[in-house]
């Protein structure tokens, strides 16, 4: 596809060749006449669900610009900071290409040419990487170019997508056969070109169209390197979910103009077009009120235009940073301008994120005349940052200035630039792009970290070892009376039952959550030997609602042919799970929060699974594979589709806790018992606390167990001796990420405490089972291995599990081994209910009521299957070590996206089956590799025996792991009640 029109007027643009454009144009004048366009534009689709009171076309610039650092930061594309960006009129796209190309033809011909094939508007932006840290914009390591183009119809802008797909008489552009299709129809092109500067470079092109859109990315590389085409497809998919949701699910456009980059020395900057000719165009996610808020804000200016810039402060982490704005508007008279200053108290607390606006006494009168504020904002999630806001007025134009940070800045950098603002304008001109002021405060240096079992000396030990022994609670985190929990007192009633599902919990983090510990392990059962038989989301969550391992409910993995919330689906195990079951027998029953990965993929966007009363589930959109769900994300309530932005009220966790106790207000009211199934997102990368707890944990170390870091693992499999050693900007980057897991989980920890608290209220505590658990572990370090999950070892499977409620003792620690395929024919045995008999798991409730079976399990299955399906295990030979590395593309994405730290990639094992038991963890790749660890001997499993143990051993082993393989129902159960336990010999 071609990039013909992506010649920018910014010199710091990288513009095609003038043959290209040359033919884009001449193409475009040869087809014109022939061209049969709809006289009215179907654009309705891509309109945002808010209302809007200007037509929805206006929206058109902001899909473009829904492509932001942040987005290439989520497919692991770090360090971008924007350029420019361009939003292109019809006479504008004329003057560009009639400067750019001498095609002996006047700007009224090309004006013709593009008017008739029904051309309305362009939005382009870039982003680049520079080649180094501190090197100019015009020094590129790589660049990401997004673009949308509008026309009239869908009828032109197949048209226009024709045009652009006819071969250009140039040998070095080549169509890329067999590529995904993305929207209606999409075509990608690689070629090379040279900057305007001269610098070389190859590209990949991916331009789409949807309905009267046509769209695109182009992708750039520097130095010799070949863009990669994964890449390229992933970010026009991105673009694509935007520009058909018509709204932003993570950088709000024009309302977010300071955007996160990934290093240092980069600045970033975005054009405010928040009104030009007097129209004013929508915000994404911007109800009329909102809009109607802005407008207001913008008084009489007949011209609104600003820059944002961020520029990064501090660590790896990205949270201590320094922002400003500037924001420029004429007015048409000096009367209007004076009028617009007056009113600034009232203007910056009409902005929805400030949150304290107060004018300073005694600042300094910088031009005619100016308004000081010191202000606090909230910046989406990401904390509380403040400044200073100045307004100055020259004549009848005004420059609104802020600078925020965190932490707190002086107030002289802020007046640095608003005098600076002042002198432009008294000379008639301000430029579109604002100098850092140079009084701007430089931060410290970010200690590394040192890796070690204990960390070194000094350095802050991980909070397990500190605040969360004594369960003391952190400051701000509501606390009700603990209530008694005797043992013994058994429900008189059908019992309620609670279960909450973390996402990537480790089990060790559980430590950190006051509420978790006084309020549930103080007064439960802690189960230390609780596991996930298939670490990771999506599997893991479908065996905990039908009780089966995942070769039995056939969810493989998260997304491809055999994974996700499509293949549940498809599958037809919606049909019978622990909510039909429970439902069926008479309980109300609700979900809030994260269902399975990519729902509603495959089924109508309205759907509810059977057996839920109540639904309120996170919904994906097209392809994506949930991303971020902290801010910016859709709830599937009772089969209606609600977006919620990026207001600190809008916090998912928040939501899902409002959501949880109202129905659980609701249903003790009624009566009949209840059954809720609560799943924030938290800890999920990219671990988005709320902006309420941006500073606790600040001196928290991520743990540093003898597996951190593994020096020797010549033992280990090739997958992790393949694995460099972690450097000490990565450790630090761990230690940081642990931080952020924690932060989010707070809002967690408070969910605990606010279900508690209304249960209380509502006088159904005693008789309501609470359960706390995730889907599966996480690593941080271990083995080397920098952060994930899906391994074999016990930082993966090993998940909390602490359970509350009537005739459960209270603070006892329970050893026995406990399965998430235990969960729901354990819910099924409180309410009475009758599992399906293709349930693989067994009913917890003997070991909650202070007993333990006589035989029961000795060990499990740990399932890891990626592109080998359980029926082809073995019958075609090993798997190539790099076929097995990973499940594919969609999951290479799914597993990154919003999962990664700077600097660390997550990482995915290759297929294996195990078992696990308390003498033994056994390993078969599909490789043929095999690991062997003897687990009360070595804990951390750091040395692997099965090259040295006894084959008698390893072949007993083996056996025993293949009855489990292909076991169903009533013989899994069976298989893990005869497991060996015969000591290793070397």
Not at 323 to 352: I, K, M, N, T
Not at 394 to 417: H, S
Not at 454 to 465: A, E, F, M, N, V
Not at 484 to 508: C, F, K, M, Q, W
Request: charged share 20%; glycine share 10%.
């Amino acid at each position: 596809m071609r990039a013909c029109a992506m010649k920018r007027r910014d010199p710091s643009f990288l513009g095609m060749t003038r043959a290209c454009v040359a033919v884009l144009v001449l193409l475009l004048a040869s087809f014109a006449q022939s061209m049969t366009l709809g006289a009215s534009s179907r654009i309705s689709p891509l309109a945002s669900p808010m209302a809007s009171p200007v037509p929805v076309a206006r929206a058109l610039d902001l899909a473009a610009m829904a492509l932001t650092p942040s987005d290439l930061d989520d497919l692991g594309l770090t360090g971008f900071g924007q350029q420019t960006s361009a939003f292109l009129t019809l006479e504008e796209q004329v003057e560009q290409l009639a400067t750019a190309a001498s095609l002996g033809m006047d700007a009224d011909a090309i004006g013709s040419g593009l008017a008739a094939a029904g051309f309305q508007r362009r939005y382009q932006r870039q982003l680049g990487l520079p080649s180094r840290p501190g090197a100019p914009p015009s020094r590129l390591h790589t660049f990401v170019a997004p673009y949308v183009i509008e026309y009239a119809s869908s009828e032109g802008a197949a048209a226009g997508f024709a045009l652009l797909e006819t071969e250009a008489p140039d040998a070095r552009m080549k169509d890329v056969p067999e590529t995904r299709v993305i929207g209606d129809r999409s075509e990608v092109t690689r070629f090379r070109q040279s900057s305007e500067n001269g610098e070389p470079y190859r590209a990949l092109d991916l331009t789409f169209q949807v309905d009267n859109l046509v769209a695109g990315v182009t992708v750039g590389e520097f130095h010799g390197r070949e863009p990669d085409l994964a890449t390229v497809e992933a970010l026009a998919e991105r673009l694509l979910e935007r520009v058909r949701l018509g709204q932003a699910s993570a950088d709000p456009g024009l309302s977010n103009l300071a955007l996160r980059l990934g290093g240092p020395d980069i600045e970033t900057r975005s054009d405010e077009y928040g009104r030009i000719s007097g129209q004013t165009f929508p915000n994404y996610s911007e109800t009329p009120d909102e809009f109607a808020d802005r407008t207001q804000r913008y008084g009489d200016a007949v011209a609104v235009y600003g820059v944002g810039q961020s520029i990064p402060v501090g660590g790896p982490a990205r949270t201590d940073d320094t922002r400003y704005f500037v924001s420029l508007y004429e007015f048409g008279s000096e009367r209007d301008a004076v009028g617009w200053l007056q009113d600034g108290v009232a203007r910056a607390e009409l902005s929805p994120n400030v949150i304290a606006a107060t004018p300073v006494a005694g600042a300094a009168v910088i031009g005619d005349a100016s308004a000081t504020l010191a202000i606090a904002t909230e910046r989406g999630g990401a904390g509380t940052a403040r400044g200073y806001l100045v307004e100055v007025r020259v004549g009848a134009r005004t420059a609104q200035v802020q600078l925020l940070g965190v932490p707190d800045v002086p107030l002289a950098p802020v007046e640095e630039l608003a005098r600076s603002q002042v002198a432009c304008l008294q000379a008639g001109a301000c430029p579109g792009y604002a100098s850092p002021p140079a009084s701007l405060p430089q931060p410290a240096a970010t200690p590394e970290a040192t890796p070690g079992p204990g960390g070194p000396s000094g350095t802050p030990k991980s909070c397990s070892l500190d605040i969360a022994a004594a369960g003391t609670p952190l400051a701000g985190t509501p606390q009700p009376p603990l209530p008694a929990n005797e043992t013994g007192n058994e429900p008189t009633t059908a019992p309620n039952i609670i279960v909450i599902v973390t996402d990537d919990l480790d089990a060790r983090s559980v430590a950190c959550l006051p509420n978790v510990q006084a309020l549930l392990a103080a007064e439960g059962v802690t189960f230390t030997n609780a596991f996930a038989t298939t670490p990771l989301c999506c599997p893991s969550r479908a065996s905990i609602l039908r009780g089966q391992y995942a070769h039995n409910h056939g969810v493989l993995s998260n997304s491809g042919d055999n994974g996700g919330f499509p293949t549940f689906y498809r599958l037809g195990d919606e049909e019978s799970t622990v909510a039909t079951w429970l439902q069926d027998t008479g309980y109300r029953t609700a979900l809030v929060g994260k269902y399975l990965n990519r729902y509603p993929k495959g089924a109508p966007a309205s759907h509810v699974p059977p057996g839920w009363d109540e639904w309120s589930a996170f919904a994906s959109s097209d392809e994506d594979e949930g991303g971020s769900y902290y801010s910016g994300y859709a709830l599937n309530v009772d089969g209606d589709t609600v977006f919620y932005g990026q207001q600190p009220a809008e916090y998912s966790t928040d939501v899902l806790t409002a959501e949880a106790t109202d129905f659980v207000d609701r249903a003790a009211t009624s009566g009949d018992p209840f059954f809720l199934y609560i799943a924030p997102f938290a800890p999920h990368g990219p671990s988005t606390p709320a902006s309420r707890h941006t500073g606790a944990f600040a001196d928290v170390q991520a743990p540093r167990p003898p597996s951190f870091d593994e020096d020797d693992v010549s033992d280990k499999p090739t997958w992790v001796q393949a694995l460099p050693p972690l450097r000490a900007d990565q450790i630090a980057l761990l230690d940081d990420r642990y931080q952020r897991r924690l932060r989010s989980l707070l809002a967690v920890d408070e969910m605990v405490a606010s279900l508690i608290e209304t249960l209380t209220a509502a006088g159904t505590l005693d008789n309501t089972y609470i359960l706390f658990t995730s889907d599966n572990g996480y690593h941080l370090g271990e083995h080397g291995i920098p952060v994930g999950k899906q391994s074999p070892y016990d930082e993966s499977l090993r998940v909390p599990l602490i359970v509350r409620g009537p005739g459960v003792p209270t603070g006892v620690v329970e050893e026995a081994i406990a399965l998430n395929i235990d969960l729901a024919p354990t819910f099924a045995e409180l309410a009475g209910a009758s599992p399906a008999p293709f349930v693989d798991g067994r009913s917890l409730v003997p070991l909650l009521h202070g007993e333990t079976p006589a035989g029961w399990r000795q060990g499990f299955l740990v399932e890891h299957y990626g592109r080998t399906l359980p029926d082809q295990w073995g019958t075609s030979g090993p798997v190539p070590m790099e076929e097995a590395s990973r499940d594919g593309d969609e999951d290479d994405l799914e597993e990154a996206d919003g999962d990664e730290v700077i600097g660390v990639t997550p990482i995915d094992s290759p297929p294996y089956l195990g078992l696990r038991t308390e003498q033994y963890l056994y390993v078969e790749y599909a490789n043929g590799e095999r690991e062997l660890y003897d687990m009360p001997a070595d804990p951390y499993q750091l040395q692997n025996l099965a090259a040295t143990a006894d084959p008698a051993l390893l072949a007993d082993l083996a056996a025993r792991l293949d009855q489990l393989r292909v076991c169903a129902g009533a013989d899994c159960r069976s298989a893990e009640d005869t497991l060996p336990g015969v000591p290793l010999v070397d």
